[in-house]
């Protein structure tokens, strides 16, 4: 649906610029666009590449394996429908503390694994059931507490100092987080 949106808004541009007579400026955006993406890929990239790397590191040291315990005995009064020990909540405590560390790209697979672990705990398999929506709230305010892309993108364009929204989104999505937290709880009450 997104790759939808996004096809029709650039022909729709593109249109747009031919209609009013801007055909040079739409070559010239095209080709300058694909340039600044290549530049932020690569000033980007090392930031990301050793996160990723100090991820691996603690999966492979079993660190992740035993935060990821702690935080499940967190999660299971959030997910009543699962039970005590299903892999599915290791899963979901390895999604969301890849993304405290601001890796929503290793962050990914264990949220796929999740949501299938979870669909099949669903009895009715063409419906999100409640940990689905539950875990989505949550993945999607994913509390950060080091926004790694941020940091990076900040450090490209020569921030004097790259780390001072650190606070800021610690605070912010833990108060987006809460607030999803009690508004699935105030939705699965009146449902």
């Not at 249109?15 to 290549?38: C, F, M, P, Q, R």
């Not at 290793?106 to 009715?124: D, H, I």
Request: glycine share 4%.
């Amino acid at each position: 649906m997104v790759n939808k949106l996004w096809t029709y808004f650039l022909l729709l541009g593109i249109v747009y610029g031919l209609i009013t007579g801007h055909s040079l400026n739409i070559n010239e955006t095209i080709l300058n666009s694909a340039k600044d993406s290549l530049e932020v890929f690569i000033q980007i990239f090392p930031v990301i590449a050793l996160w990723l790397g100090i991820m691996n590191i603690a999966t492979l040291s079993g660190l992740l394996d035993k935060l990821a315990k702690v935080l499940s005995k967190v999660l299971h009064p959030l997910f009543p429908e699962v039970p005590k020990n299903h892999r599915c909540l290791g899963y979901m405590s390895s999604n969301i503390i890849a993304n405290m560390f601001g890796l929503g790209s290793a962050a990914t697979p264990f949220g796929l694994k999740a949501m299938s672990s979870l669909q099949e705990l669903n009895e009715n398999k063409k419906v999100a059931s409640r940990s689905m929506l539950t875990f989505t709230m949550i993945n999607t305010s994913a509390i950060t507490i080091i926004p790694t892309t941020l940091i990076a993108l900040r450090m490209m364009y020569k921030s004097l100092d790259p780390t001072k929204t650190v606070l800021v989104t610690l605070i912010s999505t833990v108060v987006a987080t809460i607030a999803c937290i009690i508004l699935d709880k105030i939705l699965a009450r009146r449902s």
